[in-house]
């Protein structure tokens, strides 16, 4: 019983500890929203690990910093009005941005040299650990890859596939540290095995990265801007010079006009689809209560995920260059539902998956 009581412990405090690491991951996410929606991501244009966690303390390191920024492309040809004072609102939020991202790598190897000591992880957890600590270096690295994209030639922003890519693999990330929360924490009764609403997750979530990959191209073309009509797109249920560019591939990538009409498309089709999937999840009786409460949240994420969407979009006339207004609350909540959706789908993923998958516990 002692024996059954310590390994309990064990699990709940592995499991706290990545739990808390997919908070703070979320967070940085949403700080990197907040730095790209007050157009900040561009003002610090050196990438040191160490001697970067620090702000400048003084106007002459103050006076340096902006020197540095007002070579790039973004300030000589958007923002040459910029004074000093202008520069520190826009260098505060990259720079929290990635003090945030130092702060969860220190959180990972601080809680993970504890636990050791503590002999709670357990020999089959490490390697999953070290590949998200690994995963998680290499996120950092392809957020600088993602900046130095802006900081040459005319270049006012980053890339957008490169802002894309950024995203989708901070998803990733994310979705890899709840799964494995998820295997250490839930007992084998929270789940069922019902193979069917287990693929049509699968879907779900696989259709719903796609989406996600739209978002981030939207939002880096600013592409909210180009049709801020709804429902119709410019007055148009199928927009003129959606397939304009050639090769034929580059309007999913460069093409605001074909970039929103698939995001838009997509949106409807997942609500339509997850309508559907929960029809057939409340059919399921009985069922656990985790699942049972689990299985209500994706409908309900969908729901205010496609109104937040059509309120971007209704409200992207207002936007104000350097100025938060009601756009990037709308556009703000949007992304952080849309993150809140994929778990909820990886949650009830894990539910329904086969009973016979080995768990680290």
């Keep these: 019983m002692n024996t059954i009581s310590l390994e309990q412990r064990a699990n709940r405090a592995v499991s706290n500890w990545i739990f808390l690491g997919v908070i703070m991951l979320l967070v940085q996410v949403v700080l990197g929203g907040v730095t790209r929606l007050t157009g900040s991501g561009l003002s610090i244009t050196e990438w040191n690990v160490v001697t970067g966690a620090f702000p400048p303390l003084n106007d002459q390191q103050w006076q340096a910093e902006f020197y540095k920024y007002q070579q790039t492309p973004q300030y000589r040809l958007l923002n040459t009005d910029f004074t000093l004072a202008d520069f520190k609102n826009i260098f505060f939020w990259e720079w929290f941005h990635r003090l945030w991202a130092r702060l969860i790598a220190v959180a990972f190897l601080v809680g993970f040299v504890y636990l050791v000591a503590k002999k709670y992880i357990k020999k089959?957890?490490?390697?999953?650990?070290?590949?998200?600590?690994?995963?998680?270096?290499?996120?950092?690295?392809?957020?600088?890859?993602?900046?130095?994209?802006?900081?040459?030639?005319?270049?006012?922003?980053?890339?957008?596939?490169?802002?894309?890519?950024?995203?989708?693999?901070?998803?990733?990330?994310?979705?890899?540290?709840?799964?494995?929360?998820?295997?250490?924490?839930?007992?084998?009764?929270?789940?069922?095995?019902?193979?069917?609403?287990?693929?049509?997750?699968?879907?779900?979530?696989?259709?719903?990265?796609?989406?996600?990959?739209?978002?981030?191209?939207?939002?880096?073309?600013?592409?909210?801007?180009?049709?801020?009509?709804?429902?119709?797109?410019?007055?148009?249920?199928?927009?003129?010079?959606?397939?304009?560019?050639?090769?034929?591939?580059?309007?999913?990538?460069?093409?605001?006009?074909?970039?929103?009409?698939?995001?838009?498309?997509?949106?409807?089709?997942?609500?339509?689809?997850?309508?559907?999937y929960s029809v057939k999840v409340f059919r399921i009786q009985p069922a656990s209560k985790i699942f049972s409460q689990a299985r209500r949240i994706p409908l309900i994420l969908v729901t205010v995920q496609v109104l937040l969407g059509i309120l971007s979009v209704l409200t992207s006339t207002q936007i104000v260059p350097n100025r938060w207004g009601t756009f990037e609350w709308m556009a703000q909540l949007h992304q952080i539902t849309g993150m809140l959706l994929l778990l909820s789908l990886v949650a009830m993923l894990f539910l329904t998956r086969s009973l016979s998958f080995k768990q680290p516990s």
């Design 124 to 276: 089959e957890m490490v390697n999953p650990l070290l590949t998200l600590f690994v995963l998680g270096a290499l996120q950092g690295a392809i957020g600088w890859i993602m900046v130095a994209s802006g900081l040459t030639g005319d270049a006012i922003y980053v890339r957008p596939t490169r802002l894309a890519m950024h995203f989708v693999f901070a998803l990733g990330l994310i979705c890899y540290a709840f799964w494995l929360g998820m295997q250490i924490k839930l007992p084998p009764k929270s789940r069922i095995n019902h193979p069917s609403l287990h693929r049509w997750a699968w879907i779900l979530i696989g259709i719903l990265f796609v989406q996600l990959i739209f978002g981030a191209l939207m939002a880096g073309h600013k592409a909210a801007t180009a049709a801020h009509t709804w429902p119709t797109i410019n007055g148009s249920w199928v927009p003129d010079g959606l397939l304009k560019e050639r090769p034929l591939a580059l309007n999913f990538f460069e093409n605001k006009i074909t970039i929103h009409f698939v995001h838009r498309g997509l949106a409807y089709a997942l609500l339509i689809m997850i309508i559907i």
